[in-house]
Structures are given as C-alpha cells and as structure tokens.
C-alpha cells in the first residue's frame, strides 16, 4: 500500500484504468512516500506516436490537474511514449 497518500493513487489508477491505459502499480519507497504507476497500454498511442509532444503533454496536465485535485500526492516526474519501454508517472506524497 500507499501509506502517505492511498486515496491519491488508488483514484489515479482507478481513472487511468477506466480510460485505457491499464495501468501497474510499484512502490519502490518503503515508507510509502512514493509510488510509479506505469501505463501498459495508450489508447492515444497511435496519435502519440506522430505527435507526442501535444498527445502527452495533455496526458500529463489531465494527470496533473487530477493528481492536485485530490491533494494527498504531486506528479515528481512524467515518462512519455518518447521513454521506453513503457510511459510512466511518479507521485510523491506531500
């Protein structure tokens, strides 16, 4: 689990799990401050693939804006399409 911020994260994937992007979980931080959700799945991809930059600088203000509405946890990075093998978001709890 997610000790610092489990609404935020369990919200997220929820979301981006409802939208396409079958999403996978890890928390490399034992304390629970910090979580890696990775998308196994874009149903943008074939958009973001000829033009990543709009595609997925959408995706992340979309993350963004979901991630501060919640308050628990901020966005600490953001791996696109151009980052393989897959893209991925790092919250960090606040």
């Not at 943008?44 to 930059?53: D, G, N, Q």
Request: include cysteine.
């Amino acid at each position: 689990r997610y000790a610092s911020m489990p609404s935020c994260v369990e919200a997220l994937v929820a979301e981006l799990d409802a939208s396409g992007f079958a999403p996978t979980v890890t928390a490399p931080d034992p304390d629970g401050d910090t979580a890696h959700i990775d998308f196994s799945s874009c149903p943008f991809r074939p958009l973001a693939e000829h033009h990543t930059e709009v595609v997925c600088s959408l995706h992340r203000g979309m993350v963004d804006g979901f991630v501060d509405a919640m308050g628990d946890a901020e966005v600490s990075d953001f791996r696109t399409i151009a980052h393989q093998p897959s893209c991925r978001v790092t919250l960090n709890a606040r």
